[in-house]
Nanobody
Framework: QVQLVESGGGLVQAGGSLRLSCAAS????????MGWYRRAPGKQRELVAS???????NYADSVKGRFTISRDNAKSTVSLQMNSLKPEDTAVYYC?????????????WGQGTQVTVSS
């Protein structure tokens, strides 16, 4: 099992910045991917950004150039620096970890943290 604990959400004005952090503990495979998803009211959960244990990154088009994902493998943490925030970034943000073994994927989620961007 893996436990994910998020921190850093809150309320910010449009154009502002927030940093989300997530600490993972438990049985973490050497090959894994960590990331952030979000769910806005009335919408489906969507990928925001992900980063592999080899540091390959992937971003949603809507956040490219504004958000930066990073990780510290030694501490099993992943962070999301969010700049130039927009009201449409308002959502519950979920930390995610995928343990990867061959074709198998074992997925874990944090409890979520609210990000609210006011106009």
């Amino acid at each position: 099992q893996v436990q994910l604990v998020e921190s850093g959400g809150g309320l910010v004005q449009a154009g502002g910045s927030l940093r989300l952090s997530c600490a993972a503990s438990g049985s973490i495979f050497s090959t894994n991917a960590m990331g952030w998803y979000r769910r806005a009211p009335g919408k489906q959960r969507e990928l925001v950004a992900s980063i592999t244990s080899g540091s390959s990154t992937n971003y949603a088009d809507s956040v490219k150039g504004r958000f930066t994902i990073s990780r510290d493998n030694a501490k099993s943490t992943v962070s999301l620096q969010m700049n130039s925030l927009k009201p449409e970034d308002t959502a519950v943000y979920y930390c995610n970890l995928d343990n990867l073994s061959g074709s198998a994927r074992f997925r874990y989620w944090g409890q979520g943290t609210q990000v609210t961007v006011s106009s």
